[in-house]
Nanobody, 125 residues
Framework: QVQLVESGGGSVQAGGSLRLSCVRSGDTYGNLYMGWFRQAPGKEREGVAAIYFGGGATYYADSVKGRFTISRDYYKNTVYLQMNSLKHEDTAMYYC??????????????????WGQGTQVTVSS
């Protein structure tokens, strides 16, 4: 069984920063990509950023490019999301996930089959 555990969420003011972490444990050999997704009340779950865990190629939603950075520690099976210049519209539950998407689908939630429980990010305006 694979487990993904997120941490680092919290409440910040607009313009602030947070760093999310996700530790993947158990049998971690089945999927090659890890990503961050978010879902705000009344909205669809959307991909935020993804990373190819082996080589480190990254993918970002247009809404977060230039503000968020995804990275990983290959040997610790850990992925990070550094979030800078946070906006009120970034408020959501953030989920870490692992999967094997094709590159054009790297931010598609349906292509991920391992999910954490989420960590809340709240940005006050």
């Amino acid at each position: 069984q694979v487990q993904l555990v997120e941490s680092g969420g919290g409440s910040v003011q607009a313009g602030g920063s947070l760093r999310l972490s996700c530790v993947r444990s158990g049998d971690t050999y089945g999927n090659l990509y890890m990503g961050w997704f978010r879902q705000a009340p009344g909205k669809e779950r959307e991909g935020v950023a993804a990373i190819y865990f082996g080589g480190g190629a990254t993918y970002y939603a247009d809404s977060v490019k230039g503000r968020f950075t995804i990275s990983r520690d290959y040997y610790k099976n850990t992925v990070y999301l550094q979030m800078n210049s946070l906006k009120h519209e970034d408020t959501a539950m953030y989920y870490c996930a692992a999967g094997s998407p094709l590159i054009p689908e790297a931010l598609e939630p349906s292509k991920y089959n391992e999910w954490g429980q989420g960590t809340q990010v709240t940005v006050s305006s």
